[in-house]
């Protein structure tokens, strides 16, 4: 049974430019969850996704920020127009419905240079 | 809103020594409690959990945590640490109504050095 998957594994990106962030979450789950780890921090809650819906969306940034489920496909986080302040560690969890255990991916590090 | 605290951000313990990490929350009620490791650019794997019942948990790899409810409390603790458990700890609470999960808030995490 694989894990959580998010692809790229590493991203580098300019200023300006869109950087689109991918997971797949572990068989049988249907709740995805993305979260932000930023250099010397924990890590942050950004956005809670079920198949088609945000749930709860109060940890993203207001602008250039947004997230996706669709009904067939990965989990899509999305950020337009990259700032160097935008580097991080991106990182994706799952979990079944009904659990309150969340299962991590392997992480996304983005760069803008 | 919660929060969650873990005062020591690095801890240095010998090889074969035992080990105690804090984690203290803040919230209105008991939340669910969560400790994960992470190892240098990996992701985060699940120690184990608190969700109600007996207060001493047990987790992989030989961890433990206990509950204090009068101290905010959810430290995680090992008898004997080995070399492999040189990492980052995180401490996480779920404060979400009802029996799926929620957004976690993070403690900055403990990160853990083990001397030979």
């Given at each position: 049974n694989a894990g959580v998957m998010q692809n790229p594994r590493h991203l580098v990106r300019r200023r300006g430019q869109e950087a689109r962030l991918r997971c797949s979450p572990m068989k049988g789950h249907s709740h995805v969850y993305w979260y932000r780890q930023l250099p010397e921090e924990g890590l942050k809650f950004m956005v809670y996704l079920q198949k088609e819906n945000i749930?709860?969306?109060?940890?993203?940034?207001?602008?250039r920020f947004s997230a996706e489920f669709p009904k067939e496909g990965p989990s899509i986080l999305r950020i337009q127009?990259?700032?160097?302040?935008?580097?991080a560690a991106y990182f994706c969890a799952s979990s079944r419905t009904g659990t309150k255990e969340q299962y991590f991916g392997p992480g996304t590090r983005l760069t803008v240079t | 809103a919660q929060s969650v605290t873990q005062p020591d951000i690095h801890i240095t313990v010998s090889e074969g020594a035992s080990l105690e990490l804090r984690c203290n929350y803040s919230y209105g009620a008991t939340p669910y409690l969560f400790w994960y490791v992470q190892s240098p650019g990996q992701g985060l794997q699940l120690l184990l959990k608190y969700?109600?019942?007996?207060?001493l948990v047990q987790g992989i790899k030989g961890f433990e945590a206990e509950f204090k409810r009068s101290q905010s409390s959810f430290n995680l603790r090992k008898p004997s640490v080995h070399w492999s458990d040189a990492a980052e700890y995180f401490c996480a609470v779920d404060t979400g109504p009802g029996g799926g999960a929620d957004g976690l808030t993070f403690g900055k995490g403990t990160h853990l050095i083990i001397q030979p």
């Open positions: 749930i709860d969306e109060s940890g993203m940034p207001k602008e127009q990259v700032v160097r302040g935008d580097s | 969700f109600s019942g007996d207060t």
